[in-house]
T-cell receptor, first 111, second 117 residues
Framework: RKEVEQDPGPFNVPEGATVAFNCTYS??????FFWYRQDCRKEPKLLMS???SGNEDGRFTAQLNRASQYISLLIRDSKLSDSATYLC????????????FGRGTSLIVHP | GAGVSQSPSNKVTEKGKDVELRCDPI?????LYWYRQSLGQGLEFLIY????????KSGLPSDRFSAERTGGSVSTLTIQRTQQEDSAVYLC???????????????FGPGTRLTVT
């Protein structure tokens, strides 16, 4: 089983839709979680960190489920500009500082 | 402030030649990472620096790949005797890093697109 897994998609949704992605991780010692966004032929950029209690940033909501070992990203009122690949990032506590990236979920928002 | 910068932005080289890729991290960021990304693929970890030392080189795909960092700042990734399978975008990222497991987000540079012909 891969350390971090994501459904590659693509998720094809109309403008205004609500869409959610999940990301599962295999190492229960994982402590830090992030969502990054990567536009086509661009570098990844931090979208938001994921906190234990869940957190919201405008139309974006991130949640962590430690029992089932997954994190989620919910996007409300999708915009055309939300079209991108969303990367899940997981880091274990202590030891190596290397985060593990998922391969990403592709989102296409159409008019 | 200035972000992570990388040079060159594009590099085309002939098979068998050596190339050097440069990364200039955000000032004050002690951690520096190199990744590569092939077309349509995820990020492949190559190497990580904490200060000038590289505690984890496990991701380097072969002994043709090496990296160094001097002065806790600029890093250079060198690929010797390039092969066509080395063609990819090479991304550098930096972050704050503290002992004890605290983790900060990474900031990526724009990447160097390497094409080996």
């Amino acid at each position: 089983r891969k350390e971090v897994e994501q459904d590659p998609g693509p998720f094809n949704v109309p403008e205004g839709a609500t869409v959610a992605f999940n990301c599962t991780y295999s190492n229960s010692a994982s402590q830090s979680f992030f969502w990054y966004r990567q536009d086509c032929r661009k570098e990844p950029k931090l979208l938001m960190s994921v906190y234990s209690s869940g957190n919201e940033d405008g139309r974006f909501t991130a949640q962590l489920n430690r029992a089932s070992q997954y994190i989620s990203l919910l996007i409300r009122d999708s915009k055309l500009s939300d079209s991108a690949t969303y990367l899940c990032v997981v880091k274990r506590t202590g030891g190596s500082y290397i985060p593990t990236f998922g391969r990403g979920t592709s989102l296409i928002v159409h008019p | 402030g200035a972000g992570v910068s990388q040079s060159p932005s594009n590099k085309v080289t002939e098979k068998g030649k050596d190339v050097e890729l440069r990364c200039d991290p955000i000032s004050g960021h002690t951690a520096l990472y190199w990744y590569r990304q092939s077309l349509g693929q995820g990020l492949e970890f190559l190497i990580y620096f904490q200060g000038n030392s590289a505690p984890d080189k496990s991701g380097l795909p072969s002994d043709r790949f090496s990296a160094e960092r001097t002065g806790g700042s600029v890093s250079t990734l060198t690929i010797q005797r390039t092969q066509q399978e080395d063609s990819a975008v090479y991304l550098c990222a930096s972050s704050l890093a503290l002992a004890g497991g605290s983790s900060y987000e990474q900031y990526f540079g724009p990447g160097t697109r390497l094409t080996v012909t």
